[in-house]
């Protein structure tokens, strides 16, 4: 995620969520790769998967900390420049909701994207790119359900990308992954 998504209330399409869930039912796997870098592999999901959701936490109870929506091809992380002698955990979850086509409002310094939320069991709401020159969707926003707006300050050349807003249900919480780092 990049941290020029603001938030806001407006409303412009319709999205109906569907009752669905997703589970990982896909471990995950974590080793220290060098005193301070965790490297995390998981296999790829299958075709009901939309994405994983990777966290992590210095204790195992939490509180947990989203490190990255990933697109559901994506089966490795590296968790870089870790603080030393520090224990981490780690957990994946996937998500699964249906998309649409956002409406849009280009401004100078980036886009303003809205649509109507009719779900009402969402967890939030991805906003999805897909550059010129790639064949998949990746996550660039995320916003907390019942937001229908966000605007996402766009680098040279993400203007004539496509994008998609995707409502989503998380699913269970895969295995904990314990590693420490080194000194």
Not at 39 to 60: K, P, Y
Not at 89 to 118: E, K, N, Q
Not at 137 to 164: H, N, Q
Request: glycine share 8%; hydrophobic share 35%.
């Amino acid at each position: 995620m990049r941290g020029g998504a603001r938030i806001a209330a407006s409303a412009a399409l319709i999205l109906a969520l569907p009752a669905c869930s997703a589970d990982t039912g896909q471990p995950l796997r974590g080793v220290l790769t060098t005193p301070t870098d965790i490297d995390l592999h998981w296999r790829q999901a299958g075709h009901e998967v939309d994405g994983h959701v990777l966290e992590f936490a210095t204790e195992e109870r939490g509180p947990y900390t989203v490190l990255q929506y990933l697109a559901p091809h994506v089966t490795h992380y590296r968790h870089p420049d870790l603080m030393p002698h520090t224990t981490f955990h780690y957990r994946l979850r996937s998500y699964r909701g249906p998309t649409v086509r956002p409406a849009r409002a280009d401004r100078p310094d980036g886009i303003r994207f809205t649509w109507t939320d009719r779900s009402s069991d969402e967890d939030g709401f991805l906003l999805e790119m897909r550059k010129a020159d790639s064949t998949g969707y990746e996550p660039v926003a995320v916003a907390g359900p019942d937001i229908t707006a966000t605007t996402l300050v766009t680098l040279p050349g993400e203007k004539r990308a496509s994008f998609r807003i995707r409502a989503f249900v998380l699913g269970e919480h895969s295995n904990v992954v314990r590693l420490t780092t080194g000194g």
